[in-house]
């Protein structure tokens, strides 16, 4: 392997990222010719030696214990969601499996049918990936409605929302915060690779990203670890005008790579309406239909 790898990778930006008085010790000043603690330091406070230390970090040594890995997570400060990362990249650098690259991801029927399911409000499964590998006719119409609404149904140029949201100036106008929605997607996306560091379709993700957007190297770089979950955004869309959602991800007991994204709004709120008025204006399908609307949806807006 070339290069400290994922792991050695996080560990040093979470190094990075601490200060000594932050653990307790003494700084030394303006001499300090590193960002952050120094391996010594780190390796001091974690109980461990330098050199030990210095090789799990750099990549050339692999068999951390449980143990060893507790103690330098309690000295990097890590929270719970770091902690795993850290055992899942260590766990990962001890097995080293070969890399393959893996066959296109499949929607389960009972997928499809928990999706057909919750077609009252906007939903979709995404992937590993982010790959959209489903979405209902309001899920579509709501987050990507410029595009066809057939994508998912082949498997070699499915929509990505992590290249949407990157990439794609539509979904970059869709959020009102689009920093935070997007930190939330690179921290999922860390959990990701380390659930699956040899992936060669993720890494060509991250690689693209990486090559075309400068956000995106910014935020790879902080290393930060975040389950994008739940979480409430606004979204300017260009039918129905402002929309407040709650986005929730689902665990899918079958298919634990994927997850159901679903889309909710307060009973009885302004977004809710225009929520309902999207489903109208898109039950008349897809693409088309939506166009046709946008003059209807202005006369509402305006009233």
Sequence with gaps: MDGPGPLGDFLQARRARLRPEDVGLRDLGPRRRVAGLRREELAQLAGVSVSYYTRLEQGQSRGASAEVLEAIARALLLDDHEREHLNRL????????????????????????????????????????????????????????????????????????????????????????????????????????????????????????TMKSPEFVALWGDHRVTPCDAASYDLHHPVVGTVTVTQQALSIARSPDQALIVCTTPAGSPSEEALALLRQLSGGGGRQGLELGVGQAKVVQGQ
């Excluded at 080293?96 to 057909?116: I, Q």
């Design 90 to 209: 260590a766990g990962t650098a001890r097995r080293a499996p070969l890399a393959r690259r893996p066959r296109p991801e499949k929607l389960a029927d009972e997928t499809r049918d928990l999706l057909r399911a919750v077609d009252g409000v906007p939903a979709m499964v995404l992937g590993r990936r982010t790959d959209v590998l489903a979405w209902n006719t309001l899920g579509h119409a709501l987050l990507a409605g410029h595009l066809d609404v057939d994508g998912p149904d082949n498997p070699a140029g499915r929509p990505n929302m992590s290249r949407m949201l990157f990439l794609d100036p539509h979904c970059r106008e869709l959020y009102a915060d689009w920093r935070r929605k997007t930190r939330a997607v690179v921290g999922n996306l860390r959990i990701a690779v380390g659930r699956h560091p040899r992936d060669p379709l993720l890494a060509e993700l991250i690689g693209e990203l």
